[in-house]
């Protein structure tokens, strides 16, 4: 109907007639038959000059080339033909055309298809929507067991997120300085007195016999005696933390070698941890030029 009241610009319709040499009244005539045909079968975009309505590719030439649609331009109203494009056979020389309600049942069964295929993507996601929120929930409800299965300590306790020196002080935690990769270096640093003593080593339950008071010399026994015997401990560097571990010990330090981290953290299920025994971690005598 819309192509049958359409206007038809003079540019479209010599542009037509050029193209295919036939009088004004053919080529009205043909462009009025072939634009109804588009506007039901053809594939419709916005452009910057109004609107692009291309043949069906069953009605296009089958050359491959990007020319072979027949096309109109229309107005943003859609109420004027602004310009046709077209390949150089008429598509009224054709010999033969697939009826229109054949091109419109093709349409109507690639639309099906579509919707079905986002039906299917829409229930794809929500599957994955709910395995992923599963999954979540599974995650929290294992941390929540693995909380519960933890001991509550029942110890003295220093205060969380600090640092403490050999003597027990808190101090700010110092910025990280360039990493240490060489093990020998590492087993050097981490036993200098600038050596810090994160409150979560400190806490660990391998101290919950040792007062507060004793606990940095104790952390500091079991340092020394694991970093200044390779057959005692083993160092493990990594990028994000160094780990040494042996005689049923393990404690971590920063890369750096600034912050001894952790040590032996409590595992779930594990109701008995290791204890500290003074008799077994003692430090070296001191030289007497010390």
């Given amino acids: 109907m819309l192509a049958q009241q359409v206007v038809i610009s003079s540019g479209a319709r010599r542009a037509y007639v050029a193209a295919y040499v036939v009088s004004d009244e053919t080529a009205e005539q043909q462009i009025r038959r072939l634009l109804e ?22 009605d296009s030439l089958d050359d491959g080339s990007p020319e072979s649609s027949y ?65 979540r929930v ?68 391998f101290f919950r016999d040792v007062p507060l008071k004793e606990r940095p010399q104790a952390l500091r026994a079991v340092v020394d005696s694991l970093l200044r015997a390779p057959t005692k401990g083993r160092v493990t560097i990594e990028p994000a933390s160094i780990t040494v571990n042996g005689l049923k010990v393990t ?10 981290r952790t040590l032996n953290p409590p595992k779930p299920g594990n109701n008995e ?4 025994r003074a008799d077994r971690w003692k430090l070296p005598r001191p030289k007497k030029s010390e």
């Fill in 138 to 205: 599974e995650r929290e409800q294992a941390e929540a067991r693995r909380a519960a299965a933890l001991p509550v300590p029942t110890w003295p306790l220093f205060d969380a997120d600090q640092a403490y020196d050999w003597d027990g002080r808190p101090v700010p935690l110092p910025h990280p300085r360039r990493p240490i990769t060489d093990e020998e270096r590492i087993r050097r640093a981490g036993r200098r007195p600038d050596v810090l003593f994160h409150a979560d080593a400190l806490n660990s339950p």
């Fill in 37 to 58: 045909r588009i506007l039901q079968t053809g594939r419709i975009a916005r452009n910057s000059s109004g609107w692009r309505a291309r043949s069906h590719k069953a």
């Fill in 251 to 260: 404690f971590t330090l920063t890369p750096d070698c600034a912050v001894v």
């Fill in 273 to 276: 941890p290791a204890r500290y």
């Fill in 71 to 135: 096309a109109f331009i229309l107005d943003g109203a859609c109420r004027r033909v602004v310009a046709y494009l077209g390949p150089a056979v008429s598509w009224f020389d054709q010999e033969t055309h697939i009826p229109t309600t054949d091109l419109l049942h093709q349409l109507d069964e690639r639309r099906q298809k579509e919707v079905e295929a986002q039906s299917l993507k829409a229930r794809r996601q929500e599957r994955q929507a709910a395995h992923e929120e599963r999954m």
